[in-house]
Each structure stands twice: as C-alpha cells, then as structure tokens.
C-alpha cells in the first residue's frame, strides 16, 4: 500500500521519495527531475517545463532578472548618447541673426551719358512706330454681287466664285440674292464656303425681262442703300472665271473704276475684248467689235466696271444734281444695262479710272496697241 508524505522543507529537497515518485532537486548539478530510478526518466511535457521555470524564478527571485534588464538599458543609453564624431560645438550670435533682406545699393546718376543715350534711342523708335503706323490705311471693304438662280450647274458656280472670294483680303462681303424664296442648298454652299455673305430675295417677277439678273441687282443695290454699306460695289456674275489681282487692283478705286473684259463668243471661234482704252489711269476710249453695240454710250461689260457705294446713299459727297436711286432699268434693250446704269452714276469718262494702268495691250482684232488695263479672266 503506497504512503502520501508531505513535501520537505527546502533545505531537505536533496531526499528523493519513495515507491518511484519523482521530486525537484536544488543539488549543484542543477538537476530539475530525478527518481529512484535513474534508468527511465519521467517524460517532459510543455505544461512541465513551464511550471518548473515559473518555479525557478520564484525561487531565485525577480530582483536579479530586474537588476540585469537595468544594467544592460544603462549600457545601451549610455552608447547611443556617445559622440563618435567632431561636432562643432562653437555658437555664435551671428548663426541666429534674421537674414539681411534689403535690396543691393545701386548707385544711380542722372548724368550719365549711357543711361540718356539708351533713353534717347528708345524714344526714338517709339516716334517711328507711331509715324509708320499713322501711315497704315486700313483697306476698303468690297461689296460683291452676285445673282443666282436654280439650275443644275448652280452649286458648281457658286462653290467656284465662293473659293476665289475666300481667297481675296477682308473686309469682303458677298452679297447673293436668289429669285422669290431663299433656297436651303444654297445656304448650305455659302456658308462652307467662309465667306462674310448676306443671303437676299428679290421678290419681283422676272419671267418677262430678257435679263433675269436686273431685279436681283436691284434688290442688292436697294440692300446696300438701306444699310449704307461702306466699300466698293463689284457685279460678280456666278458663270464668269476672275483673278485675285482684280480684287486686290479694286481697293484702288475712288469713285468708279473701269477695266476691259475678254469675252468668249459662242457663235464664233473667237474672244473678244471689250472696255476701256486707257493712258495710264485716265479713259480715252472703248474697244468694241459688235456694229449693234456701237451706238451705247459706254462701251463696257455688266463684270467690267466697280464703283464706290456712297454714290447710292450719299449724292451730296460727289455733287449729284438729282437724288433717285440709282438702278438697273428693265424696260431698255439686252445689251444696254451696261450702259443705262453708268450714265446714273457718271457724267462722262472724265470721272472715271482706270483699274490699275498698265503697259500696252495688244488687240489681235484690230492689230492695234492700245495702252489699256490690265485683262482679268471673264468666261
């Protein structure tokens, strides 16, 4: 029958127990278990190993852990607060002044010739500026015309005419009147084109007048007047080919200006040259080659003539004896609206120009030179 004992004191743990038990030890070889039995040792389990080191610390007591743990944190704060190295350790009061912030002295003198001369230089290519930009005229505005009507080479016509004005200096503006009704398509052409227009109707009947055009000059001549637009009017049939340098030689027109214009006959294989015949700028006289045209006044083309627009709505500037609107006449023969027109608008050749002058011209038809103006393309 196996006997309980009550543990030993301390000083007694050398004494191992009987029947097999196994007990702690505080001999020097520093054994934890050991039996009767030294043969087979009890087996160590996790919950054994702790509760043995729980008890050695208890046994041994906390303070030295604690001592220890003390000593090596000294160690350590006294290694990290060491200098390894030479810092400058020299204070001065000049390392907390404010920076100095006042700008550099510059030493200025009225008098020195460097400083008037550059002044002097500058001042005067301001004045220069001024004087040359004084100089500068801004350029005329031209007022083209242009009458349409619904056709199938219509849009081709227009598109055409609508590149070359797009082409031209501004201020241009197009001025396109249609017969009755304004037409979408041709909206929609002017403006892809990106040309400044103005899209007018003539609302009158020209089923009876051989040239279906004049009403619809009207209407943009009646436009013109009503709204008092500044600048150059040109008549600018769709069907007709021009050059730039007609546009650009326009601007130079005062009152009215004049030009011949080639012309291709459809009976005949053949151009023929109608307008002015000029010395230098001034109207001397006309080319014709039609015997039934050689009783009009002015011999000239519906696309060879421009003049200034305040003729229409401003008589007194150019000393106009009467104030009727200047039109086109319906009731006159094809063939004199030409004619008909200028007589309106000037007394004789006197008031007129030529646009621009240029050197001789040679006429094939008649094998004369003539010094005449310069020749745009008319179709």
Same mark, same amino acid.
């Given at each position: ?41 009890? *087996?160590? $389990?996790?919950?054994? +190993?702790?509760?043995?080191? &729980? ?7 906390? !303070?030295? @852990? ?117 037409? *979408?398509? $041709?909206?929609?052409? +002017?403006?892809?084109?990106? &040309? ?7 609302? !009158?009947? @020209? ?173």
């Amino acid at each position: 029958m196996a006997s309980i004992r009550r543990t030993l004191s301390p000083a007694f743990h050398t004494r191992s127990y009987q029947n097999g038990a196994g007990g702690f030890s505080s001999s020097p070889s520093n054994k934890l278990f050991h039996s009767g039995n030294t043969k087979h040792p009890p *087996s160590s $389990t996790p919950s054994t +190993l702790l509760f043995s080191a &729980v008890n050695l610390i208890y046994r041994r007591g906390w !303070r030295r @852990s604690f001592c220890r743990c003390f000593f090596f944190f000294l160690i350590g704060l006294l290694l990290g607060i060491a200098s390894f190295g030479h810092m400058d350790t020299d204070i001065r009061a000049e390392d907390f002044a404010p920076p100095d912030l006042r700008p550099p002295h510059v030493d200025l003198q009225l008098e020195d010739p460097i400083v008037s001369h550059v002044a002097l230089a500058v001042n005067t290519r301001l004045e220069e500026q001024k004087d040359v930009a004084g100089s500068i005229e801004p350029l005329k505005q031209l007022i083209v015309v242009t009458p349409t009507y619904n056709r199938g080479s219509q849009a081709y016509f227009l598109n055409r005419l609508g590149q070359v004005l797009r082409l031209v200096k501004p201020p241009l503006v197009w001025i396109v009147v249609e017969e009755k009704t304004v037409s *979408s398509e $041709t909206a929609e052409i +002017l403006r892809k084109t990106g &040309v400044m227009y103005r899209h007018v109707v003539s609302t !009158r009947n @020209s089923t009876n007048v051989k040239d279906r055009g004049v009403h619809q000059r009207n209407a943009a001549l009646e436009h013109i007047e009503r709204h008092k637009l500044d600048g150059i009017v040109f008549f600018a049939d769709d069907d007709n080919v021009y050059t730039l340098e007609l546009f650009e030689s326009l601007r130079t027109i005062s009152r009215f200006g004049t030009w011949p214009v080639a012309m291709l006959e459809r009976s005949k294989n053949k151009a023929i040259l109608e307008g002015p015949v000029c010395n230098a700028s001034r109207v001397v006289g006309w080319h014709t080659n039609e015997k039934s045209k050689r009783l009009r006044r002015f011999h000239v083309d519906m696309s060879g003539f421009a003049f200034n627009s305040t003729i229409l709505w401003d008589p007194k500037r150019w000393g106009r004896p009467f104030s009727n609107p200047i039109r086109q006449l319906d009731t006159v023969k094809e063939g004199f609206q030409e004619t008909t027109f200028i007589e309106q608008v000037v007394e004789d050749e006197s008031q007129m120009e030529g646009v621009p002058p240029a050197p001789q011209l040679f006429d094939a038809e008649e094998g004369i030179n003539d010094c005449a103006c310069v020749l745009p393309s008319g179709a």
